[in-house]
């Protein structure tokens, strides 16, 4: 199910997602509830499942980030310490092979973009773009093949997701996307 797509653009961070929920059975509903959200100063874009989305919305803490700390190693340790929390208070986490499993997706903050995996590690790509989802792989060609022309972020996404709902039937309109603001950026 889903695909996501974040992408930078003069350091902010824009997340777009699709509406399809599918099943096990590959059944699909389109859903009210959106798979991209802000929240304080982050903007986050999930797949793997509406529960982990809706903890990451409703439950999760955001922690403080200290001044002395970088952004990567403040996702790596004190945020990650804090979503592996709030998933397993929740009952939300797994342990396979005694490792904590969570789910994916991407989180926008500072003027970056970021795609946590389901075992916590935290990814920085070299692209200004990143995508998660079943639909990810067309994301991502779309976003390569669109690089030369001149179309604004939203466009881009926009471009992206259609791509993806056009080779993935896990993938449905209607779109949302969000961003983080040009004061947060700055932080």
């Given at each position: ?11 902010i ?27 304080a100063?982050m ?19 955001i ?21 592996i ?14 490792q904590i ?11 970056k973009l ?10 920085h790509?070299v692209e200004s773009y990143n995508?998660c989802?079943?639909g990810?792989l ?28 056009h ?7 209607p ?13």
């Amino acid at each position: 199910m889903t695909c996501i797509v974040g992408l930078v653009d003069n350091k902010i961070v824009y997340l777009g997602g699709d509406s399809a929920g599918v099943a096990a059975d590959f059944t699909r509903t389109l859903r009210r509830d959106h798979k991209v959200f802000k929240k304080a100063n982050m903007v986050f874009g999930f797949t793997t499942s509406f529960r982990m989305g809706q903890l990451l919305q409703y439950n999760l803490v955001i922690p403080r980030h200290h001044s002395n700390v970088s952004d990567f190693a403040y996702l790596c340790s004190v945020f990650s310490d804090a979503l592996i929390k709030c998933f397993t208070e929740k009952n939300y986490a797994e342990v396979k092979d005694n490792q904590i499993v969570g789910g994916t997706f991407l989180v926008g903050y500072r003027g970056k973009l970021y795609k946590i995996y389901s075992d916590f590690q935290v990814a920085h790509s070299v692209e200004s773009y990143n995508s998660c989802g079943s639909g990810d792989l067309q994301a991502l060609g779309a976003l390569r093949a669109l690089e030369p022309y001149k179309l604004s972020a939203v466009e881009r996404i926009k471009r992206a997701l259609a791509t993806a709902a056009h080779f993935s039937a896990a993938v449905a309109p209607p779109f949302r996307i969000v961003k983080t603001s040009t004061m947060e950026r700055n932080q």
